[in-house]
């Protein structure tokens, strides 16, 4: 593994706000720095690190568009330069074929964004993460500023983002797709937060940030290749006081990939090799059933014979439910702790593998305008009969609350 620094200099100690990007075979990348540098001035310095990478035994064409992009990048950034930001780059190369990916190029970025908060003595500074293929809301980097300095607490935080779902760029069946993966996305939030799931939050790693001390405290960055930012935030999120910035937009690029094995590029490649027209989503039922166990989960703390539907039922079976019952009651103080650790054990990881076992064995997937018109009636959401139109209407209603788990 070769690591090369590229444009860095000693960052200012006024430095509050660090970006790291992952770039791998992108030639749009000045696009993405670009929209950056065009953000309204924040109070504090800000610096944005773009890491190029690259595995070991890499096709040549792919080293070339990463080398093209470096220098492109180098030359954009000497002649385009403002007050209170910065960039700097890591040419990463050679990286472990088990490990390379999306999810190491986020780590040797953050990793080195935690160094220099370090290095400058401040903790409570800001790790961003970033795509080189997303663009920002000019108030992006303003309102991340003024979210973190206000609230002292909040240890990270998830920013509202959405995908272009019309224009030129992109063919037409991209854009549907991309449109009924977002409403996807936004159908599942939402229902987490309608059961009552303390951990009802999004989680894309282009739209995300965490303090420097947290994101230590936590061990850092993993290095999978997909999924990166879903197993990142489930150590974040628990800890308390992780929010949401809603006044501030992140555009979240919808094009096609095959390098990840799941996730939006991996989504919008099935759907156009497999001519998809509907997108097929966790049937409702299995979040209604969900919420009986949600709902009845305090009494666990005193009884054992909690009446609850099939599907739960069969699926704390499947998870030595009994056992870890035991262990929780244990180690709860009274009932809003049991609670409290309950939560803590039934996590979002057991939560989706609840979803995936209820769809194997007893519900199946079924049209995200299906299930999202069903959640609507639910939260009070106007049901739209066009999944454009229903995107928007979940986009507004989720952009305008905004959330905290404390």
Not at 145 to 153: D, G, V, Y
Not at 263 to 277: F, V, Y
Not at 350 to 376: D, G, Q
Request: charged content about 20%; overall charge neutral.
């Amino acid at each position: 593994m070769n690591i090369s620094k590229h444009n860095f200099s000693l960052f200012p100690s006024s430095t509050f706000l660090i970006v790291v990007i992952p770039c791998f075979n992108e030639p749009n990348l000045i696009k993405s720095l670009q929209s950056l540098l065009n953000c309204e001035t924040t109070i504090n310095h800000v610096e944005v690190i773009t890491v190029i990478n690259a595995p070991e035994n890499e096709k040549p064409e792919v080293l070339q568009q990463n080398s093209k992009t470096l220098t492109e990048a180098l030359n954009w950034a000497a002649t385009n330069q403002r007050k209170n930001i910065h960039f700097s780059f890591i040419e990463a190369t050679n990286l472990p074929e088990k490990d390379a990916g999306v999810g190491l190029a986020r780590k040797i970025g953050m990793d080195e964004a935690y160094s220099q908060f370090l290095a400058i003595k401040n903790s409570d500074g800001v790790i961003v993460c970033f795509d080189a293929d997303a663009t920002c809301s000019a108030n992006y980097l303003v309102e991340i500023e003024n979210h973190f300095k206000k609230q002292l607490k909040t240890t990270g935080c998830s920013i509202h983002f959405e995908h272009p779902i019309e224009g030129n760029e992109f063919l037409q069946a991209i854009y549907n797709g991309i449109a009924q993966y977002e409403l996807h996305l936004r159908y599942y939030k939402e229902a987490l937060h309608f059961i009552g799931l303390p951990y009802a939050f999004h989680t894309v790693g282009s739209s995300m940030a965490v303090r420097a001390s947290v994101y230590q405290k936590q061990g850092g960055m993993n290095k999978k290749k997909a999924g990166e930012d879903f197993y990142f935030l489930q150590k974040v999120i628990p800890l308390g006081n992780f929010s949401e910035i809603n006044s501030a937009t992140v555009f979240p690029s919808p094009r096609i990939s095959n390098r990840v094995p799941f996730g939006t590029g991996r989504a919008m490649q099935q759907w156009i090799d497999n001519k998809q027209k509907e997108f097929l989503t966790y049937n409702f039922t299995s979040f209604l059933d969900l919420k009986a166990l949600v709902d009845k989960s305090e009494r666990f703390f005193t009884e054992d014979d909690v009446e609850l539907p099939e599907s739960i039922q069969l699926f704390l079976y499947e998870i030595n439910f009994n056992e870890n019952l035991i262990k929780i009651r244990a180690n709860s103080k009274n009932e809003k702790h049991f609670k409290l650790l309950f939560f803590k054990w039934f996590n979002a990881f057991k939560t989706l593998k609840y979803l995936h076992f209820s769809k194997a064995n007893f519900y199946e997937n079924e049209s995200i305008l299906i299930a999202s018109t069903k959640l609507a009636t639910k939260i009070g959401v106007t049901p739209q009969n066009e999944v454009k139109s229903m995107l928007s209407v979940y986009r507004n209603f989720q952009q305008k609350r905004n959330m905290n788990y404390a």
